[in-house]
């Protein structure tokens, strides 16, 4: 069960407040060993939120992008040599993008009489 911060918050200041562990079991329901853990990781800034740090690569999204615009008949190994990496790469990176590089052909009507058989 996931407790909300501002529950672990009022918890650790209910047993600092000077009640005991038998208090604070009866109040919150929690034993004291989650009472010792949610305290430390106060204190150390645990539960604060990190900013999430990209990591650098070798592909550039808004390049890659921008050189799919440029050339929508690449393959794949043309656009790896852009980025000088190999096309799984690329392959993988498009996937992030959400860019499809399949050709759909136009729907074709179907001749119903000629494919029908045995009528």
Avoid at 63 to 86: I, S, W
Wanted: charged share 35%; hydrophobic share 35%.
């Amino acid at each position: 069960m996931a407790y909300s911060m501002d529950y672990r918050k009022r918890a650790v200041e209910y047993k600092d407040a000077g009640h005991t562990f038998k208090e604070l079991e009866e109040a919150f329901k929690i034993p004291p060993i989650t009472y010792y853990d949610w305290k430390e990781k106060l204190s150390t800034g645990y539960y604060e939120t990190k900013p999430k740090v990209e990591r650098s690569r070798k592909i550039d999204k808004e390049k890659l992008r921008q050189a799919v615009a440029d050339n929508p008949d690449a393959y794949l190994h043309e656009l790896a040599a852009m980025f000088g990496c190999t096309p799984q790469a690329v392959f993988y990176m498009l996937i992030k993008l959400k860019i499809t590089l399949k050709k759909r052909p136009l729907p074709m009507r179907k001749n119903l009489k000629g494919n029908a058989r045995g009528l």
